[in-house]
């Protein structure tokens, strides 16, 4: 609702300026995210398992994509533009091994896509990372790095859990795949934290122990053997919880919880497409 009302207030202010390339654009730019259903697929994707919520995990699963508004398109483009950047700073450092390293597995069902494995040179190990930028705000609230690396990622857990198990996966996948079988990668990984507003970066070393190793994998586990049952999970909050504002799936969740025919339709329907 709130997105709604910015988008009026922004529309009524470019019909009152004439601004007719504002308009072009935004419109251009709602239309290419719309709100929409893919294929059901009980693949995990790291990217997308960061939340507390089992259900709202579920429902991505169940292939439904909430609409992107054209600012969030804007700031996700960016970050894939950082991310080339960064790579190629990397890569004439000597330090980058590998980039967009595809992740796979079958125990679980797994697929996802990791930003750097870089080489430290003066010990050969190879440490897996993950590039994540952000507005100045954000950036602020980035813990100071601790001596203790394991304690630095509970740190990191209080602002960015979606990032924290994001990289915990990956630390847990990668050395799995064959192409890195035998290979001397570390388990103490790192974030390079960029702040949009000014281009300043901050590394943070990490080191995920094996209880959020562990931890990492609960909720798309369960997403995933709910999907490969045909159920969908009752909801674990209370509705209005401040878990459940901050949901980009919250209406489509809400809908279903009122018996909505048009979601409980379709719901029905990727259930049996699973």
């Known amino acids: 609702m709130t997105n709604n009302k910015m988008g009026l207030s922004r529309l009524l202010t470019q019909l009152k300026s004439d601004d007719w ?23 995990i994707h790291p990217s997308s398992s960061g939340s507390p919520c089992a259900r709202d995990i579920e429902i991505g699963m169940l292939g439904y994509r909430s609409a992107i508004a054209p600012k969030s398109q804007r700031r996700m483009d960016n970050g894939t533009w950082a991310h080339s950047r960064w790579e190629g700073y990397l890569k004439e450092m000597g330090i980058l091994h590998s980039c967009e ?10 697929n996802g896509t990791c930003d750097l494995i870089i080489q430290n040179p003066a010990t050969g190990k190879l440490h897996i990372g993950e590039i994540k930028t952000m507005n100045a705000n954000r950036y602020r609230r980035v813990p100071d790095q601790h001596a203790d690396r ?39 990984c790192f974030f390079l934290f960029e702040n949009t507003d000014t ?13 959020l190793k562990d931890e ?7 997403a995933q053997k709910a999907l490969l049952n045909g159920v969908l999970l009752d909801p674990p909050y209370r509705r209005g919880s401040p878990t459940c504002e901050h949901c ?3 209406d489509v969740c809400y809908a279903l919880q009122d018996g909505d025919p048009k979601y409980t339709e379709k719901i029905n329907e990727q259930l049996a497409l699973r």
């Open 21 to 43: 390339l504002g308009r072009i654009i935004d419109t251009h730019q709602e239309k290419a995210s719309p709100e929409r259903w893919l294929i059901p697929d009980p693949t």
């Open 101 to 110: 390293v595809n992740v796979r597995g079958t125990d679980p069902f797994f």
């Open 150 to 188: 394991q304690i630095m990622m509970r740190h990191l857990m209080a602002t960015e859990r979606p990032y924290v198990y994001q990289l915990t996966m990956y630390v847990v996948m990668i050395p799995r795949l064959p192409e890195f079988k035998g290979l001397d990668i570390s388990d103490e």
């Open 199 to 211: 281009q300043e970066f901050k590394i943070r070393y990490c080191l995920p122990d094996q209880r």
């Open 216 to 222: 990492a994998f609960l909720n798309s586990v369960e």
């Open 248 to 250: 980009y799936k919250k």
